[in-house]
């Protein structure tokens, strides 16, 4: 009875909608919207997709660039590479890094639906359950610690067999997977080489580099298969996982595209908070053509780790002395907004081995083969094992620095390995000291902003990396290798060649954090509440990498993935404790009694 009443209630109260995807803003009709969501990559995708589940919220998804249906290079994954630069990329380019002997970094962002999980290399790693129980001792909320985060880890992924069905018993962890969510992960459709064979005897030989069996366990050390997100040997992007056909299709949802958030406005002050709910909008073409709309519940930035403080920046949310040396009133004052950016950067070390290079491929015939049966080569982007490791406890870097991991189980260094006559690895420092910043460069919001990797500005990083360079030093001393790797050939870690060896190469896993980050309840750091709402306004949440308030341990589409998921129930719950008093005695309470349809109801 109760909940008959409360069903057709809802009914009575939802706006007729008719879901579209709009390619151009002209071509939006005017229609309100509960929700609006600024951004198509991870967060974005995942908020839009989970909101819809209920049909009584309508949504807008805004996304910059254009639709990814239909695109061969955003499905092939061995076509990866030739993304970076096109019209699916922003092209951002950093400032001169002064650590980096003036050198710039290209810095590719998906400009497209599905976001950077459209164009990235679709490692797929969480990171270590230590990350996670720091996010929520900084922002005090036990709800983003491992234990209570990892639910929606397994939610979003949906585990499947390599392309051909090759046996994978051993290589992965059956219980820390989900096998029926959106995004697809698997390992490599290739077996274990020669030089895999290799890797894994060192595991048994030398006790500093034990086997880990998977590394999205929360407790990654040791060296393990890679994952990745794609299934069925195609990419698994935001866009294909989680904005499906079937998704498109629901009537409470509008996707509009090739169009440009410059601005959110505030619709008025509530109390001593400010009610910013209102977004304005321009073609991405550019030019003068503006449009603003309301949402009635909440509107939620999922621009990305760049473009969402440039947003909230041009809007007056910021640094109040950097908004008005370009004239730009501020609204509210949060000095955090674009700053204490940490990356992962990754530098190579190799040596000359006893082996040949693989036989080149025949591209013409791979993706014909990818065409027709999702087989062959172009089903994968690399064939690599990673090693996940910690720098020694009694390592000289002790002596003068602290660790800046988040506790025991995470590692300091993720290492790529190759095989071939130039053997050797990717160290990736995943705990980096040195922060980098976002900054406008002027009132326009087509121009691109200011940023600033900040590599190599703090002196641990390149510790750091130099700890790795040994630490490969005495992988390759094991007895796997003898016969096999001959000679270095970048410079000794010992020596000063090799400082300006990295200076001179290092460049970005495209991992950028923290813009608007997340901090307690109250404080006067951060720029979001733990509930990822912007402080001092109400209406307005900001979701995607850059509300990370610790980088993890590991790529961070995953992180990105886990943290929407959660965004997006504590969104459902937000709007529950929003009805009014009466609705809630009369329906919510007695609901509530009941388990069943309360679950039901919220999700």
Sequence with gaps: MQLGALSLLFALAAPFASGKVYDSLTSLPSRNYDFIIVGGGNAGAVISSRLTENSRFTILLVEAGPDNEGVLELQVPGLQT??????????????PQTGLNGRTIDLPRGHVLGGSSSINGMVYTRGAADDYDAWARITGDPGWSWKRIFPYAKKHERWMAPVGGRNITGQYDPKVHGYSGNTHVSLRQTPAEPFDERLFQTTRELPEFPFSLDPNSGYPLGLSWTQSTIGNGERSSAATGYLSAPVRARPNLDILLNTQATRVLSTGPLGKQLDIRTVELAPRSGGTARKTLTAS???????????????????????????????????????????????????VVLWAANDTAPPPIDHVAALEEWKTSRSGPYTEHRRMQ?????????????????DPSSGKNAPHLELYFAGGPRTGAAIILLTPKSRGSVSLASSDPFTHPVIDLGYL????????????????????????WTGYVLAPITPDPETPAFDEFVRGRITT???????????????????????????????????????????????????????????????????????????????????????????????
Excluded at 82 to 95: A, E, F, H, I, P
Excluded at 386 to 392: E, G, H, K, V
């Design 386 to 402: 990673t090693l996940w490791s910690r720098i020694p406890s009694n390592s000289s870097i002790w002596q003068n620095e602290t």
């Design 457 to 480: 500005t703090r002196p641990f990083d390149l510790k750091a990396i130099r700890e790795g360079a040994r630490l490969l030093q005495r992988f390759f001393s094991g007895p796997a």
């Design 509 to 603: 896993v495209f991992h950028p954090t923290g813009t608007t980050a997340m901090s307690r309840r109250g404080a006067k750091t951060g720029v979001l509440d733990p509930d990822l709402k912007v402080k001092g306004a109400k209406g307005l949440r900001v979701v995607d990498a850059g509300s990370i308030p610790f980088l993890p341990a590991g790529h961070t589409q995953a992180a990105v993935y886990i943290l929407a998921e959660r965004a997006a129930d504590l969104i459902k719950s937000c709007v529950v404790e929003s009805i009014s008093p009466c609705i809630r005695s009369i329906f919510i309470q007695p609901l509530a009694r009941i388990t069943k349809y309360r679950t039901e109801w919220l999700s």
């Design 82 to 95: 030739s993304l970076n630069g096109t019209r699916y990329d922003w092209n951002y380019t950093t400032v």
């Design 297 to 347: 519940k909440e509107l939620v930035l999922s621009a990305g780790v760049i473009n969402s403080p440039q947003i909230l920046m041009l809007s007056g949310i910021g640094d109040r002395e950097h908004l008005s040396a370009l004239g730009i009133k501020t609204i509210l004052d949060l000095p955090a907004v674009g700053k204490d950016m940490p990356d992962h950067a990754i530098n």
